[in-house]
Nanobody
Framework: QVQLVESGGGLVQPGGSLRLSCAAT????????MGWYRQAPGKQREMVAQ???????NYADSVKDRFTISRNNAKNMVYLQMDSLKPEDTAVYYC??????????????WGQGTQVTVSS
């Protein structure tokens, strides 16, 4: 019923930048916290950044001062601006959102993932 669709991944050189986008569509009453997670092969999925509906961000220590999360509540979208990328940022990045489909029913949803590869 609720779909999250990511875009913006790709191949970039170390020190480069990418901007990820995620759109939530479907039957949506309200979108609360939205965020980005990533998973590299053989590693556990980890939180990269999240942002409340009022715009308060939270970042993993490994990406602080390099990544910026933002959102557009009118469009039910969340973005991740990634600067000064490092090879260790290489992973599949997943969008996550806590979505209420009515005033009582809220649940977490995941996008399909988008590949980010940082390599020279």
């Amino acid at each position: 019923q609720v779909q999250l669709v990511e875009s913006g991944g790709g191949l970039v050189q170390p020190g480069g930048s990418l901007r990820l986008s995620c759109a939530a569509t479907g039957t949506i009453f309200r979108v609360n916290i939205m965020g980005w997670y990533r998973q590299a092969p053989g590693k556990q999925r980890e939180m990269v950044a999240q942002i409340t509906s009022s715009g308060r961000p939270n970042y993993a220590d490994s990406v602080k001062d390099r990544f910026t999360i933002s959102r557009n509540n009118a469009k039910n979208m969340v973005y991740l601006q990634m600067d000064s990328l490092k090879p260790e940022d290489t992973a599949v990045y997943y969008c996550n959102a806590n979505v209420y489909t009515d005033m009582w029913t809220g649940d977490g949803y995941w996008g399909q993932g988008t590949q980010v590869t940082v390599s020279s």
